[in-house]
């Protein structure tokens, strides 16, 4: 229940589908992050980076890091956020400015032309927060988001990893989870403001069913982000594991924005 995956077993990854991949580590505010890149062998103009949800890592998405059809296209990175996976496990960094700074330590060295962040559940507004600070991103697309800060849907399992009693039992990466879970309405209102500030294009993924983000998060979108630059994508029968289970669907909306 640690939601990480070793080295070896993310390169076996793509060894098996004989593709190139490496897992590097990046200094950032000295903390160690750990993270996988694919995609390195010719020269690209799109980069694409990938912000997993509460709990999870950077394993979460290496499906997409070896699908080829974005492969043709773009060099890839998917990243352990802080806290998770082999990124200071265990240790929060409920600040989601901070978790969009670290998003954009990518791409303070990057040669690529085109920058995409693609953001699941709580990854979705630390995507929109990078695209604020850094006018590099060129688009961004949110999946199944928890963007919402008065509508915060709250799970009473989520209080067994707040309550001292129940709390020893649980993996770091639940503890993480459930420390960015009662720290996300605030940090949510604190960038309120942030999404009138959008102007890039923003595609939207959603689903009826979704019962850990619910439709308020869609209205939400609706109503902050200039209608100009959102493209929000509905459907009844996705839930909230839209990367996991609609990859195709998921892959058509990202080559769009690439192209």
Same mark, same amino acid.
Request: charge should be neutral; glycine fraction near 6%; aromatic fraction near 10%.
């Given at each position: ?7 070896? =077993? ?5 060894? =098996?589908? @004989? ?10 505010? $000295? ?20 912000? +997993? $949800? ?22 890839? #990175? ?12 265990? =240790? ?7 978790? !969009?700074?670290?998003?954009? !330590? ?8 085109? #920058? #995409? ?26 999946? !199944? ?7 915060? =849907?709250?799970? *009473? ?5 707040? *309550?001292?009693?129940?709390? *020893?039992?649980?993996?770091? !990466? ?6 960015e879970k009662f720290s996300h309405e605030e940090e949510l209102l604190k960038m309120e403001g942030d999404w009138a500030k959008i102007k890039i294009p923003?595609?939207?993924? +959603?689903?009826?069913?979704? *019962?850990i983000a619910p439709s308020s998060n869609v209205k939400w979108s609706k109503r902050n982000i200039p209608r100009e630059y959102l493209k929000l994508v509905y459907q009844e029968e996705l839930d909230h594991f839209i990367p996991f289970k609609n990859k195709e ?9 690439? @192209?």
């Amino acid at each position: 229940m640690n939601f990480r995956q070793s080295d070896k =077993k993310t390169l076996a990854h793509f060894e =098996k589908r @004989e593709q190139v991949a490496f897992v590097k580590r990046l200094d950032f505010d $000295g903390k160690t992050v750990r993270y996988v890149e694919a995609g390195t062998e010719e020269n690209k103009e799109v980069l694409i980076i990938f912000v +997993h $949800g509460a709990p999870g890592s950077s394993s979460d998405l290496l499906s997409y890091l070896s699908d080829s059809s974005l492969l043709e296209k773009a060099r890839m #990175i998917s990243f352990d956020r802080l806290g998770y996976g082999y990124s200071a496990y265990g =240790k929060a960094e409920v600040s989601i400015e901070e978790q !969009a700074r670290l998003v954009n !330590a990518f791409i303070t060295t990057a040669i690529e032309t085109k #920058i #995409i962040i693609v953001g699941h559940s709580f990854g979705g507004p630390i995507a929109v927060k990078a695209a604020v600070l850094n006018p590099k991103i060129s688009g961004v697309l949110m999946l !199944a988001p928890v963007n919402d800060p008065y509508n915060e =849907k709250m799970f *009473w399992i989520s209080n067994v990893g707040k *309550w001292k009693l129940t709390r *020893w039992v649980l993996s770091s !990466a639940f503890k993480v989870s459930a420390d960015e879970k009662f720290s996300h309405e605030e940090e949510l209102l604190k960038m309120e403001g942030d999404w009138a500030k959008i102007k890039i294009p923003i595609t939207h993924i +959603h689903g009826g069913k979704d *019962w850990i983000a619910p439709s308020s998060n869609v209205k939400w979108s609706k109503r902050n982000i200039p209608r100009e630059y959102l493209k929000l994508v509905y459907q009844e029968e996705l839930d909230h594991f839209i990367p996991f289970k609609n990859k195709e669907l998921v892959v058509e909306e990202l080559l769009l924005l690439v @192209e």
